[in-house]
């Protein structure tokens, strides 16, 4: 079945240094993908989006890089702070056959900012 | 006001109790989405509402009953909850059925 999967369910890292957050898909349907930070006790906060027309997109401290031949999305942190340490859940928009954005997320990594 | 709002932020009720969550947003989306989500666990969709109207109900128990007044609010009627119930429900809007989605802070709801 359609599925959003992570090979690392907890990253640690050390300050200052960058973060690469993977993760797998299996819908080759799929044209959009999103990443999400959840901090514990909060919603999940929007970090970035791509779609299947692009293999990469920048925004501040974090990159996005979209592999539609091997399925694989990763999520880049720059210069890595302890207030990235959360859970990051990458999310596609599946196929459902119509126009509604349907998310299916990942199981999701936890990052653990050591200082 | 760009931002998704959540009331209450925490809920405790019994299996025979009637309660309902809200939500609210006023960025103008015209896509709203309940998400029930257990500890370590990603978010699972349970409904959409798109231009008002329900699009998406992900076979969820006739115990959860979402309604959507008008463009801005987004209500989840519940009743006879079971104790697995217990989750932090998320809502969520976008502009419209096909862009980012924007999430609420949750209500932390215990079913006991």
């Known amino acids: 079945g359609e599925s959003v999967g992570l090979h690392l369910p907890t990253l640690s890292v050390q300050e200052g240094d960058n973060s690469i957050i993977n993760c797998a898909y299996s819908?080759?349907?799929?044209?959009?993908f999103i990443w999400y930070k959840q901090e514990s006790g909060k919603g999940p906060q929007f970090i970035i989006d791509i779609r299947s027309n692009m293999d990469k997109r920048q925004g501040q401290r974090v990159t996005v890089l979209l592999n539609k031949t091997v399925k694989h999305l990763s999520l880049q942190i720059a210069a890595t702070q302890p207030g990235d340490s959360a859970v990051y859940f990458c999310?596609?928009?599946?196929?459902?056959?119509?126009?509604?954005?349907?998310?299916?997320f990942g199981t999701g990594t936890l990052l653990a900012v050591q200082p | 006001d760009t931002e998704v709002t959540q009331t209450p932020k925490h809920l405790v009720m019994g299996m025979t109790n009637k309660k309902s969550l809200k939500c609210e947003q006023h960025m103008g989306h015209r896509a709203m989405y309940w998400y029930k989500q257990k500890a370590k666990k990603p978010p699972e969709l349970m409904f959409v509402?798109?231009?008002?109207?329900?699009?998406i109900n992900e076979s969820v128990p006739s115990r959860f009953s979402p309604e959507c007044p008008n463009s801005s609010l987004l209500n989840l009627h519940l009743h006879a909850l079971q104790p697995e119930d217990s989750a932090l429900y998320l809502c969520a809007s976008s502009p419209t059925s096909y862009n980012e989605q924007f999430f609420g802070p949750g209500t932390r709801l215990t079913v006991l």
């Open positions: 819908n080759s349907a799929s044209d959009y």
């Open positions: 509402y798109s231009y008002e109207k329900l699009s």
């Open positions: 999310a596609e928009n599946g196929d459902d056959g119509g126009a509604t954005n349907k998310l299916i």
